[in-house]
């Protein structure tokens, strides 16, 4: 199984042949147009810079290898007041789980954890102001207990929106040699993961 970073919150995860990309964007300054080919499409809520199915091109169905979950969640924390519900993503496929959690807004309540439940890998964003900040990441990842974190939807010049966080405070929040950080957007997703990984965005060939 294969994740791969596209930027903002948006990932490619292919396994036995089959491509999901989750929370695609337009819109968001300083990344390219997304360009990415697909067998299904998943959106956290409906925002342009995670709902862009239209940029997505659709390969033929096949038979997705993915049992998908959903756990419903908020964007805000008064209950949706603000910005509405998010959607938790929860894929899981040979004993991997990967729990993609949108525009997480708010502490997980008992029974989201519950609902949610054990993770190899979570998918957080990090960024404060639309989703929780860094110490609110950090909350949701002790709370949960992934063996892996990814965090998402942060400002790293010149790429995101320009008035949330950047990836250090998240980083702070944990200790050095627990931090790993790749060479490239792409994690071969594996059982033996530990860890926060932290993938290096790359533009499209031009």
Known sequence: MKLTWLGHACFL??????????????GVPGYPPLSVRANA????????????????TRLSKGKNPFKVRTVK????????????????HIFSANDITVAHMGDLGHHLTLEQIEEIGPLTVMLIPVGGVYTVN??????ACMALRPRCVIPMHYRHDPYGLPNIEGLDPFLKLWSKSMIRRLDGPALELSTDLSGVYVPRFEPPAE
């Open 73 to 88: 969640t908020y964007h805000d924390e008064s209950e949706g007041a603000e910005r509405g519900e998010n959607t938790v």
């Open 41 to 56: 499409v998943y959106c956290s809520h409906q925002h342009a810079d995670h709902n862009a199915a239209e940029l997505v």
């Open 13 to 26: 995860l292919e396994h036995d042949h089959y491509r999901v990309v989750i929370d695609p964007y337009k």
């Open 134 to 139: 860094a110490v609110g990441a950090k909350s």
